[in-house]
């Protein structure tokens, strides 16, 4: 923000500009604090990867189905098509080494790389499990609590709707029973008369 002596801003305006300033210079910080935090470069980083894998696992599905439908035709399509998409053929021939490359099994080194790996993993594999175990276990008796709160809350409604009923039911009686008696007597009167 400038500051512009031909503008006549109230203290209060000032301070609206300052506060919005602020909020606007907190929203930038918390962006770039997340978006250099190591969680979430990890995330974009694994998001790309799965996209790259999932792009690559499409084509190959592509070629292997474009390949099947050749195959079902003439020597000659098979060569055209090979000639017309080299990349799909490339791709096959990567899918086909992928798939040879997980029936050898691993080698030392390759081992030894994973259980470096897992050996790394494990606390924070570990931290999250027990962060989530207490928390579970902190949720556990307020949720028991709450339970309990509704059941009895529960309960005494049904006991109120009983009692309200028993009682609207006895009104419903002697009501009935007052009508009875005021027709009787309306009935006993009409005759006297007639």
């Given at each position: ?17 300052i ?46 189905h ?116 005021a ?12």
């Amino acid at each position: 923000m400038t500051y512009d002596a031909g503008q006549n801003k109230t203290p209060e305006e000032i301070r609206a500009d300052i506060e919005r300033t602020r909020l606007e210079l907190g929203g930038d910080v918390d962006a770039l604090a997340e978006k250099v935090s190591p969680s979430a470069i990890v995330d974009r980083q694994t998001d790309k990867v799965k996209a790259a894998v999932g792009s690559v696992r499409d084509r190959v599905m592509g070629s292997a189905h474009d390949a099947g439908d050749s195959l079902s035709g003439t020597a000659g399509s098979v060569k055209s098509k090979a000639n017309g998409n080299p990349f799909a053929v490339g791709l096959m021939a990567f899918g086909a080494g992928l798939l040879i490359a997980s029936l050898i099994p691993a080698s030392d080194a390759e081992k030894d790389a994973a259980g470096k790996v897992k050996e790394q993993a494990q606390p924070v594999v570990d931290s999250v499990t027990g962060a989530a175990k207490d928390v579970a276990s902190e949720l556990r008796e307020p949720a028991q609590q709450a339970f309990a709160s509704v059941k009895d809350t529960a309960t005494d409604a049904a006991q109120n709707v009983k009692e309200a009923g028993g009682s609207a039911a006895e009104d419903v009686k002697d009501s009935a029973r007052e009508a009875k008696h005021a027709v009787q007597e309306n009935v006993t009167q009409d005759s006297d008369r007639a």
